[in-house]
Each structure stands twice: as structure tokens, then as C-alpha cells.
DNA sequence: ATTAGCACTTAGGAAAAATAAGTGCTAGGA
DNA sequence: TCCTAGCACTTATTTTTCCTAAGTGCTAAT
């Protein structure tokens, strides 16, 4: 249990590093504090002892620790709530009521993005959550078209392609089939069932059936496995703790790009803002995750935000809480 | 003009500069020359004249120049063929018949990205050079839809949108009366002509004519003004000159996210493969692009590979110039 | 024309020295 | 018992100095 001094002290380490990368002495502390700069050492020795505070080298000022964020981000943040002029730059995304729910996230995370200059993820479910509702194919030429899948979460795709020698009529027997029998499966499994439960059916009256078939398997195959929308990647590039060190600016592009861990913070599955420090992001040791499940009728998904371990915890928690909010309603 | 040994020693110049980013100097290039050292220096000295060579400092070895990059591609440099095993790669999605012209383009400018290292983009014309073709709206549920846009360039995106109390009816008329009124307009005129020719016409029949409007306007102002395809571009952290140089990244990131530079690149009208070195790229003096632009029945556009001004430019060309052999047939 | 030889230049790395920031600990005071 | 002034000590950082390796330009001889 942290004596109300030594809290005070944490907080102030935290957000004084926050706001600017360099260890926090004890010196500069007392000036905030009823008490001398010996007392404040004597103090962060205890708070280093019990794992909340770091040195860099033996005769540095602290620095938090992951777990140092950890109570930060559960004892002692104050929520900051967001600014009328940022508020009103996202109302006016909001407010649209043509906008498609999965537009508006994007736009409004553009802002966000911009405004904190921290990276943002929009996550659909994953194509095993989305089932399938209903596919369309609509004529472009000759040979060409276009093949329309919704699921039932709302997730819209388009795929082109290209049959010779196969007529309307069949393209729409094969079209209104798959939609009486897939509809309902999980887009990761139509591939398969279409195989079992299209292919002997179309193959004895479609002449092209070899062809139609594999043209919708490869529709779905190549059906995003998971709904990923990434706004402002480079603004990584601006944090100091990346911008000395390419390997780890490397290491975080990549992340980003690798399904796994994308899918792992779709996959929590609390419904509240949560907050992965450093180790805990599996990003990066120097990379903070804040996110949040939204749900909106039957369209849902994961919003992110993505900085550094340095992030201004409490105005992002702010803003991600407003967000859920005017998505959900 | 240059003698044969200047030529041959430009050239070797620029290729071991390119396979190693040191400045070559005159011991070196002599073992590969029937005389010494002493003399290669008297020719770089007047390739430096000639402004073909630079010199990092004083007494480095001496490095090409951007002039020097111009000469090699224009005169000195031997294409090379694509090695078997990479051809067979990128042949297995040339041979797949029900791809879309644009989605076999997009598979293999991320093969050709992986192979060399390089960004790789794809870029469809603009959208003041893409006709309307047509439009589809297929219905999601009560209140949604997705709006499908067709150019006649062959380029297809969607856009979900949602609409209040308004019939099928209304909506198959004014897709039909748009079909049939604005079909052939250029994509970034369509939202000007729907207000003078659209609008008044439904304007007397439907209800929620405002609420139309608005969507269908939205929809193509929404519409990319260029179908832009960046795959790899993290690949630049990998190159030396750049690993080192955080400003030079960031600006190079930045420079693919401008429009107008993507833009320039298109605009040029040589249907060959050209070379930009450096400054010409627009990009960054440390960077190449080199382009073509293709044609295909009416689809056309252009691809580029974007890598350091030290780029293997004979392996690039080639490569370029079977994907465009390719792309055409 | 070519080349051997040499004085000269510069980047880059290692070592040494100076500086600044901050710590832990001791001993005295409230 | 808690607090604090004071001081010796540690370490990163910066600056300075020195050294080396690589390469050049120029001159004089072939």
C-alpha cells in the first residue's frame, strides 16, 4: 500500500516523463512537494524497491516501470476529458447520418490520429465471426462482374472477376444457390462448403461449372481474414523513444502488419477500455494499446490506439471512452 | 563524349557503388582495368569535370552523380533478364484467368516488392479520366445499402450508405435515371451533374429527395481521386541511406501519401519505361522511380518501383518490362 | 600517354579529460 | 521517529586530442 506522498510522487514521475523523456530527479520533485529533495530519494528508493520505478544507470533520475504505468493507469490517472474544438471536429463525422457505420470510425480515427499523433486500428471480427448474409453479382461486360459479399456484420467486399463461356442464367441459379444454402456460415468456412454443397450441384446443369466454382472459391479464400484499417502508421516515426532507433520502428511496422497480433486485441473480449502497457501490447516493450469493443446494432469491432509506452494515458482513455460512446449510440 | 575507359570506368564505378554504398576508389577500379591507378585518377578527375562523378570529401573515392546515374541508364547499362525461378513465381498469377486485371497487377507488384526490396505501386488513372459506367445499389437491410460505381476504366469501389423512408422504388429510379443521365461523365464531374441534372428530377417524385441527394453526392465525392496501390513500404527502412536517416524516411513516407507527387508520376504521358533519378523523382534526391504505364483492352494505369537512387536499375528494368509484356497480353 | 612516388586531406574511431546531473548514506536536528 | 543538509561517489554525455586508413592531386620520370 503507497503512503499518499509516495503517490503523489509516482504521478508526478509519469507524468513529468510523459511529457518529456528524461529520467525525473529528486531535485525538481521537492519543488512540488512539502518536503526536501532527501526525503524524496528516500521515498523513490521504497517506490524502486517495490518494482514501480526504474534507473537508467546508478546515479540517474527514475523512471516508471512498466508496472510504475500499470498503477499509474489504475490508481492514479485523472480522466482528462477531451477539448470543445476536438470534440467538435469529431461531432461533425458524427452527426452524418448517411455516413456507413464503418466510415464514420474511419474518419473520426483519422482525426484522432491526427490530433494525438499516435497510430490508430480499426478491427472488424475476424471472417470466422462475420457469417455470411448474402452475395450479389453484378455484370460489368462480356466477361467480367463484380461479386458482392456482405456478412451479417455489416462488412461490405468486392471482388472482380472474369468467366468465359458461362451465362447469366447460370451465374444466377449459382448465385441465388449459394445464398439459400451458405448463407448464415462463417466466411472462413464457405470455401469449403462450397465445394461440398455448390459443386455437385451446379456441376450437372453448369457447363462451365470447373470455372464458376473456382472463381467464388477464390472470392472467398481471398476474403480478408480480418477487417484491418490502420490510420496513421508513420506517426510512430515522431515519438522520440522510435525515431533514434530503426530496428524497433521496424519491429513495430511489422507487428502491425502480422494477423496474430492484430487478431489478439480483437480477441479480448472485455467490453470496457483496456489498457496494454509496454510487454503486455506484445507489440513492443515500448509500445502502449488502448482499446475498446464497440457494438452497434449488429455491427461490432475493436477500436485501437497505438503509442508509444510514453502515451498521454489519461487524455487517450478520454477520448477512446467518448468514441465508444457516440459509436454505440 | 566519352572514351571507351571512361565508360567502362563510369560504369563500374556506379555499379560497385551500388552493390555497396562506399566511394570507389582508384585501386580498386585499377585491378579491373589494363592500367594503374595513377591513370584512373586522371580520368575520374574528368568524369568529375563532366559532373558524372562527385566526391564525398576532399580525398574520398568518388561516387556517380545523379548526371553519372543518367548516363549509365541511358548508355551503359546491360538489361538483365529475370532469373527462372522469380519468372515462375510471377507466372503462376499471370496464368490465373479469373483474376481481375487489377488484382493480378496488385499480386505481383508484391512478389516483384519481396524479390527486390523496392516499393512497389500501382496507380489507375485519376478520376477526372475515369468515366461513370454504371451504378448498382444492392439493399443490406431496411435502412442500409451498398452503392457499387463501375468506371469504364474497369475500376469498381463501393460505398455503403443508409437511407430513411426511402421506397425501392425511388431508389431504382434515380439509379436508373443516373445510369441513363450520367453514364460517361467523368467520376470527379458526376457529383456537379447530379445537382443540376439529378436533383431537380427528383426533386418532383421522391420524398426524402434531399436525403438522396445527399447520399448519392456523398458517395462520389467520397470516391478516390486516384486508385492508388502501395505495397511494401517499409522495404525503404531496409536501404542504408535511409536506415540511418529518420528525416529522409519520414519524408519519403510522407511524399507517397501526397497526391500530387503520385500524381505527377502518372501524368507523364511516355508509355515506355522511364527512369527518374533523384531529384527528378520529385520524391527525395536519394531515391529512383521507374515507371510504366500500361494498357490492357480499357484498363489502363501505371506501375512503379520505387527504391534509392542506388537501385539495381538493369535488374529493375527488366523487370518492369516483362510484368508491362505480361500485363498487355 | 602512363605511372611511380609522395605530400597532403579528411573521415572516423579510440582514448582522455572535463562536466553535469543525480544518487546513497551519514549525522545532526525537530 | 521522521526529516534534511551535506558530501563522496557514480555514470552518461560532451569535448578535445590523437591516430589511422583510405584516397587524392601533382610532379617528375619513363
Redesign the interface.
Known amino acids: 500500500m503507497l503512503s499518499e506522498r509516495q503517490e503523489k510522487i509516482l504521478k508526478l514521475i509519469v507524468e513529468k516523463y510523459i511529457k518529456d523523456p528524461i529520467p525525473v530527479g529528486s531535485k525538481v520533485l521537492s519543488k512540488h512537494l512539502k518536503c526536501s529533495s532527501a526525503t524524496v530519494r528516500n521515498e523513490m528508493a521504497t517506490l524502486e524497491e517495490l518494482g514501480l520505478l526504474e534507473k537508467t544507470h546508478t546515479s540517474s533520475g527514475r523512471v516508471p516501470s512498466e508496472a510504475g504505468y500499470r498503477y499509474y493507469v489504475d490508481n492514479l490517472m485523472e480522466l482528462k476529458k477531451m477539448n470543445a474544438e476536438d470534440m467538435l471536429k469529431l461531432q461533425i463525422v458524427f452527426k452524418?447520418?448517411?455516413?456507413?457505420l464503418?466510415?464514420t470510425i474511419t474518419k473520426s480515427l483519422q482525426i484522432i490520429s491526427d490530433m494525438t499523433n499516435y497510430t490508430t486500428i480499426t478491427l472488424g471480427l475476424s471472417s470466422h465471426e462475420n457469417l455470411l448474409?448474402?452475395i450479389?453479382v453484378?455484370p460489368?461486360d462480356e466477361e467480367?462482374m463484380?461479386v458482392?459479399i456482405?456478412t451479417d456484420k455489416?462488412h461490405?467486399e468486392?471482388?472482380?472477376?472474369?468467366?468465359?463461356d458461362v451465362s447469366s442464367e447460370e451465374i444466377k441459379k449459382t448465385v441465388s444457390l449459394i445464398n439459400n444454402l451458405i448463407a448464415g456460415t462463417p466466411i472462413d468456412e464457405v470455401s469449403s462448403k462450397l465445394e461440398f454443397e455448390i459443386k455437385p450441384i451446379i456441376g450437372n446443369y453448369v457447363k462451365q461449372h470447373e470455372?464458376l466454382y473456382?472463381?467464388f472459391y477464390?472470392v472467398f479464400n481471398?476474403f480478408s481474414t480480418q477487417d484491418v484499417n490502420i490510420v496513421g502508421?508513420?506517426k510512430m516515426?515522431e515519438q522520440p523513444e522510435f525515431?533514434?532507433n530503426?530496428e524497433k520502428?521496424?519491429n513495430v511496422?511489422?507487428k502491425l502488419e502480422d494477423k496474430d497480433i492484430l487478431n489478439s486485441i480483437e480477441q479480448d473480449d472485455d467490453n470496457n477500455i483496456k489498457v496494454y502497457i509496454g510487454g503486455e501490447s506484445k507489440i513492443d516493450d515500448d509500445v502502449t494499446v488502448i482499446k475498446t469493443k464497440f457494438k452497434n446494432g449488429n455491427e461490432e469491432g475493436t477500436i485501437a490506439i497505438i503509442g508509444p509506452k510514453r502515451m498521454e494515458y489519461d487524455r487517450v482513455v478520454g477520448m477512446l471512452e467518448y468514441m465508444k460512446e457516440n459509436i454505440e449510440r
Chains 1, 2 share one sequence.
Open positions: 452524418n447520418q448517411q455516413l456507413a464503418s466510415d448474409k448474402q450479389e453484378v460489368i467480367s463484380v458482392l456482405v455489416g461490405v468486392h471482388k472482380s472477376i472474369k468467366l468465359q470455372q473456382n472463381a477464390h481471398d502508421r508513420t516515426l525515431s533514434n530503426i520502428i521496424k511496422f511489422n
